[in-house]
Every structure is written in C-alpha cells, then in structure tokens.
C-alpha cells in the first residue's frame, strides 16, 4: 500500500480548476470516443467536472455529441431544445423535467441545468451540420418507444402506421409493467419478440423515408431498436442477471454505433455513464462472470487507441439515492473510503482532488488488483463493505481517473416520478 500511495504522489496531478484537465485533454489525438464515469448517479461534483471536461472536448477536440446512461424518448426533449427543433420548452429547467421515470434525480438535477444552456448556446453559433447532439443510450424506455414510433408514423401518415399498431398491441395485456411482460414471456412463452422484431427490420429498410432535417430517421430508429432489444432485455432479466447486464450494454453500445453513422465520418462522441459501464469490464471481477460491459466492447471493437476511458471516484461525502427500489430519494452519507481500498490510497495521498492519467511509463505501477468503491442508485451504507468494492486493475480499467476527495449529494429538480 505504501508504494501505491508513492506512486500516486509521484504522477496525480491536482485538480484546483478546468484548465488542469488540459493535461488528460492533451492525451486526446485519435480517440473518437471518451467514456467519462462516476461511482455513482447522485453526486454533484461528477456531473460539474464531467460537463467542463465534456465543453473542452467540444470546443478543442471538435467532439460532436453527448450520449448518457438515460432514456432515449426524454433526451431526445433535451436534443430538440438545445438544437431548436422545437420550441416548446422555455428553458432547460423545464426540459428536464421531462425525465419523469425513476430515479428522475440522475438527468432531473440542479447540476445539468447550466449544461443543457451551455450546449444550447454553443450550438445557436453554429451551422446546422456542427451542432452537438445529447442523446439516451439506454434500453428501459420499452413503452415510451412504443409511444414515440406510433405519434410520428400518424404524424407522418406512414404506411407502416397500422403494422405497428397492431405490432404494439401484443404488449396491451401487460398495463406497462414489465416485470409482469418478462415473467409471462420467460415462463409462458407469452411474448412478442417475433412481432417487434419483424417491425424493427421494417423500419431499419425503410428509415430513409423518415429523413428530414430534425433527426426523425435516427429518432424513429432508435426506438425501434429500444423496443425490440428491452423486449429482450426483460424476457431474459427474470431469469439470468448476468445475461440481461450484458444485453443491456450490447444495447447501449449499439445506439452509440448508430449514432456515430448518423454524425457521419467526423463523428467523435462523449460518454456519460457509472463507471460499472464505462470501465473495462476485463480488469474487473466482472469478467470471471461472463459479463461484458461498454468500455470493454467499445475498446474491442474500435481498438484501445480510439477509446479514452476516465473513471471517477470520491473518499466521502453525501450522495443522493435510495434505500429500496422505486421509493423516494435520500440525501445520504457517504462514508470515508474502506481501509486499503483505491479511495482509500488515493485520500493518503493526499486530500486533495486529483487527475492520475495512467501512461506506458506508469501503468504496471498499478497493475495490482484493488478494491474500487461502487454506488448504485440503491444504496446502504451501513451495509457497504459487503457489496460496493469492486476488485479492479485500475491502469486496464481505466485511462485516467479524476478523483474527488469530499464530495456533495446532487441536487435533485422536483419531479411529478412515474413509477414503472
């Protein structure tokens, strides 16, 4: 542990304000993507750090849209408003509230309202093809999907408008409950997975129909792949975790792909995701359990030099999220890191916030697997040294990595939540 902590003396660069990430932002040459974490969805200073790092990679770096761990149906809302599709929305505050699913607190925040209008501003100067998109890349948006194809195949008086119809309407026994899809379909063989499947191949064949100038064919698509891949997803979560984790990043990995054609050859995308997703799932426990994530794909598929990944992480502090599935949200304490965990070496370091970029001259300084704290949208912390560390090999996990040393919960908007 000593040597760790020398060696993170020896190479964190400290963090006192958005001109120190021009050392990571220096590292960015090749890459077409950076994958930006956090340890948890409900902690202030990642979002804040996050949306400085994400402006200098748009402004410096030419990136050229944001994707995030949400649903597509609500930060398409967020994309037409900071694109001026539509003007209905009069401000940021009020687009956000269209996230509206739980936990609303992960994109309905205080911290993303200055980041929407920076992205909105920034995009009113430029010509149409260079404005940055913000996108969902999730997959839970099932009947909000649904909802999304319907409107724009009457919208547009589509051919398609009554196979799809009658396509969704296998999904009408279930009341949008899609615990209650995936037990009749795991265990009854009750699901619709042939029907949105076949509509799904129609619409990818006929997408350039919908082509217009406010990203229809992309929207239309995309939702389709939703609605095909949570059928999916839910059919198979009541019967293997493992399985449906995996699904579940295939999937979000799959929107990014589509979203970089669609951005065309200059495409160069920004990631905001926890760092279960984001980090390489290979230098991880995860792996000896046949689960995949998006920065292990991600670097797979495109090669590590074209893959940035920055995990995030913080000692103490508060933290917004919630005791139980599906209730209301709690300001909670997070407490000092556990002893001898990376937190913990990073602290002893020094407590003070830091940027460690892991280099060819450094990273078999810490090549030796370390607990790495985790924090979902569930969270007890009482009970953290049982399920919150995550063995990691940081320098194969990650690029670099921001560390936070005393941070502050999120500050949630108010939020009328839909419970699903």
Known sequence: ???????????????????????????????????????????????????????????????????????????????????????????????????????????????????????????????????????????????????????????????????????????????????????????????CHEEVTKLLTEISLNKHTFKDNEESSLNIEINALITANAENYYRTMVLDDNQSWNIRDQHMVEVIHKIEQFHGEKAKGIVWEHNTHVGDARATDMANQGVVNVGQLLREQKGNNKVLIVGFGTHRGTVIAADQWGVNLENMITPPAQEGSWEDAMHKAGPSNKLLLFTQENRYLFSQPIGHRAIGVVYNPQYEQYGNYVPSVMSDRYDAFVYINNSKALQPLDVKEVFL
């Open 1 to 191: 542990m000593k040597q760790l902590i020398q060696s993170i003396k020896d190479y964190a660069i400290p963090l006192r304000t958005a001109n120190d990430y021009d050392f990571l932002l220096n590292t960015v040459n090749e890459q077409s993507l950076v994958l930006l974490g956090e340890s948890s969805h409900g902690t202030s200073e990642y979002y804040k750090e996050r949306a400085e790092i994400s402006k200098k990679l748009i402004t410096e770096k030419g990136f050229t849209f944001l994707a995030v761990e949400g649903d597509w149906p609500a930060c398409q809302k967020v994309n037409r408003y900071i694109k001026g599709f539509d003007e209905k929305f009069k401000d940021a505050r009020e687009v956000l509230k269209s996230f509206n699913r739980w936990p609303t607190w992960m994109w309905a925040n205080e911290e993303m309202i200055e980041l929407i209008e920076w992205l909105k501003e920034h995009n009113m100067k430029q010509l149409k093809e260079k404005q940055v998109g913000f996108y969902g890349i999730d997959i839970y948006s099932l009947w909000e999907s649904m909802d999304e194809i319907i409107s724009y195949l009457e919208k547009t008086n589509s051919s398609l408008v009554e196979e799809a119809k009658q396509t969704f309407s296998c999904f009408d026994p279930f009341n949008r409950k899609p615990e209650k899809y995936g037990i009749s379909a795991a265990f009854y063989s009750e699901g």
